[in-house]
């Protein structure tokens, strides 16, 4: 490896040798060489002022994508005034090569993220404004950028999530729809009256504040627990999070106090242990 690396090296400084300037070689090449800064401003300019006319990706990413395209088009202006001034840049480039595989490798996480705040831009999952859940992080999105997804949770918190891990993990966006549901599960007595229960849940469920009526509220029964008939209850709302939060404390409020009215029990974990009558023997099973 290091027999290659200055055989690299030799062969640069071969191309360097036999250079021979002069001053309209040496102007040609900074005229190269400036009028690619002059293109690379414009560039810069142009991609901002169709990021302002678009509506497509984040300010953010727009002005990174400006960067590197001046970026690139300086390199390249530098390549040609290289050119004027007779230097072979395959060499060059070789070593340049090596150079260029330890930056990438430097800046393997920044390059992960910046095509993954691509992919966000172009396709869409979420943006600027929505609350949406990622990564057991619930909040509104205020920043897509480069290299993160800026979330204010609802306690106050800011969170920057790298682009790659939002992009590789389930997004649940509350807010992509006009509503959405929640659920209440109630675990009811075993003597209870079900038809009359269910009547009573989903007249009190359509009478809280915040549920919206159409789709109308919803209750089932949905299983035979241990000490419960369980109940579950389905009713639509605003999208938000604490709107989820706030209504589905009026609904279960409007549902025991319903329930209490009509002396309908809300069950609690409970065992019955039987022993038999008294004095009675063991049953022993018969072997064979």
Do not use: C
């Not at 070689?25 to 991609?47: N, Q, Y």
């Amino acid at each position: 490896m290091q027999a290659q690396s200055q055989s690299e090296l030799e062969q640069i400084a071969d191309s360097l040798e036999p250079i021979n300037l002069d001053w309209l070689s040496l102007a040609i090449a900074a005229a190269v060489f400036l009028a690619s800064i002059v293109l690379a401003r414009f560039a810069r300019r142009g991609l901002r002022q169709l990021a302002a006319r678009v509506d497509i990706g984040s300010p953010a990413l727009w002005a990174a994508s400006a960067r590197i395209s001046s970026w690139l088009i300086i390199f390249f202006g530098m390549v040609g005034s290289l050119r004027v001034l007779g230097i072979d840049f395959i060499p060059l480039m070789a070593g340049l090569g090596v150079a260029a595989v330890v930056v990438a490798v430097a800046l393997r996480p920044f390059l992960e993220n910046f095509a993954a705040g691509l992919t966000l831009q172009l396709q869409r999952p979420i943006e600027v404004g929505d609350q949406i859940a990622v990564r057991q992080i619930e909040g509104e999105v205020k920043e897509l950028n480069a290299r993160t997804v800026v979330i204010r949770t609802m306690d106050g918190r800011t969170v920057h999530i790298p682009n790659s891990s939002v992009l590789e993990s389930p997004i649940t966006n509350f807010t992509d729809g006009p509503q959405r549901r929640s659920v209440i599960d109630v675990g009811l007595a075993y003597d209870t009256n079900l038809a009359e229960a269910v009547e009573v849940m989903i007249d009190a469920v359509a009478a809280a504040p915040g549920v919206i009526q159409e789709p109308p509220p919803e209750a089932f029964i949905h299983e035979f627990g241990d000490s419960t008939i369980n109940a579950r209850v389905r009713f639509w709302h605003e999208p938000q999070i604490r709107a989820g939060w706030t209504i589905r404390h009026e609904v279960a409020v409007v549902i025991k106090r319903a329930l209490d009215e009509r002396d309908i029990e809300i069950a609690f974990p409970q065992r019955v242990l039987w022993q038999g009558e008294t004095g009675a023997e063991p049953a022993i099973p018969e072997l064979g």
